[in-house]
């Protein structure tokens, strides 16, 4: 984790501007292009949603922007974060589930499958529902039940530095002509994430999807 020179990047102003709002967060939609990983996940027999969660964590971390954080009066830039994301538990409900963040695919597939499966069956249940104090993840999660259009996020507008977590979410993928697809909302802290940033976080991801050689059992990393 180093500290961020705002002023340095030409972006002080913005900062200060954006920050001084109750909530400062914006968000954009649009579809991709997943056929790639369906196809890849029928193929090896794997989770849709883990290899998804990979891709999309490979993305965000391919841009400094969606690693900044505010901590305190600093804005900060982390090197790795953590991956964190809801999941439908046994008793119909759902909890938060997370894990270390790596980039080496098959050790993030076993690592996530773990922490998926002991989330479920509330094995690694905690009495805090989330820490807030928490900031090196991103919050990640999916609505596979429809075909969403847009999202919005709840934000805990007494914590400064939880706001600065961007948030990712998904919806169910469809089929056109052999083409799968889906909207997927990607929504930042406009403090530390401008339009560009934000668009070139889902032009990655696409880029790492299209890089997907189906037959090969490993996913790209960036």
Same mark, same amino acid.
């Given at each position: 984790?180093?500290?961020?020179?705002?002023?340095?990047?030409?972006?002080?102003?913005?900062?200060?501007?954006?920050?001084?709002?109750?909530?400062?967060?914006?968000?954009?939609?649009?579809?991709?292009?997943?056929?790639?990983? /369906?196809?890849h996940a029928k193929t090896h027999g794997k989770?849709?949603?883990?290899?998804?969660?990979?891709?999309?964590?490979?993305?965000?971390?391919? =841009?400094?922007?969606?690693?900044?954080?505010?901590?305190?009066?600093?804005? /900060?830039?982390?090197?790795?974060?953590? #991956?964190?994301?809801?999941?439908?538990?046994?008793?119909?409900? &759902?909890?938060?589930?997370?894990?270390?963040?790596?980039?080496?695919?098959?050790? &993030?597939?076993?690592?996530?499958?773990?922490? =998926?499966?002991?989330?479920?069956?509330? =094995?690694?249940?905690?009495?805090?529902?989330?820490?807030?104090?928490?900031?090196?993840?991103?919050?990640?999660?999916?609505? #596979?039940?429809?075909?969403?259009?847009? /999202?919005?996020?709840?934000?805990?507008?007494?914590?400064?530095?939880?706001?600065?977590? #961007?948030?990712?979410?998904?919806?169910?993928?469809?089929?056109?002509?052999?083409? &799968?697809?889906?909207?997927?909302?990607?929504?930042?802290?406009?403090?530390?994430?401008?339009?560009?940033?934000?668009? &070139?976080?889902? /032009?990655?991801?696409?880029?790492?999807?299209?890089?997907?050689?189906?037959?090969?059992?490993?996913? #790209?990393?960036?």
């Amino acid at each position: 984790m180093q500290i961020v020179d705002m002023e340095a990047l030409g972006r002080k102003k913005h900062f200060e501007w954006f920050n001084s709002f109750s909530d400062p967060t914006f968000s954009i939609n649009l579809r991709i292009d997943v056929t790639k990983v /369906v196809r890849h996940a029928k193929t090896h027999g794997k989770s849709f949603f883990i290899e998804l969660l990979y891709l999309v964590t490979e993305a965000l971390h391919s =841009i400094p922007e969606m690693r900044m954080r505010i901590k305190g009066e600093d804005v /900060v830039i982390f090197d790795m974060i953590n #991956p964190a994301y809801t999941i439908l538990t046994d008793d119909g409900n &759902f909890d938060n589930c997370r894990h270390q963040m790596t980039h080496d695919y098959d050790e &993030f597939y076993a690592r996530a499958s773990k922490a =998926i499966a002991e989330t479920k069956a509330g =094995i690694s249940k905690k009495d805090e529902f989330n820490d807030l104090s928490i900031i090196d993840d991103f919050y990640i999660t999916s609505v #596979p039940w429809v075909d969403i259009t847009a /999202v919005t996020h709840p934000q805990p507008t007494f914590s400064r530095e939880n706001m600065s977590i #961007p948030r990712i979410c998904w919806g169910k993928y469809t089929e056109s002509d052999g083409v &799968f697809s889906l909207t997927l909302n990607l929504a930042a802290n406009h403090a530390l994430v401008d339009g560009k940033p934000l668009s &070139f976080t889902a /032009v990655n991801l696409q880029t790492l999807i299209d890089r997907i050689d189906v037959e090969e059992e490993k996913l #790209p990393a960036w």
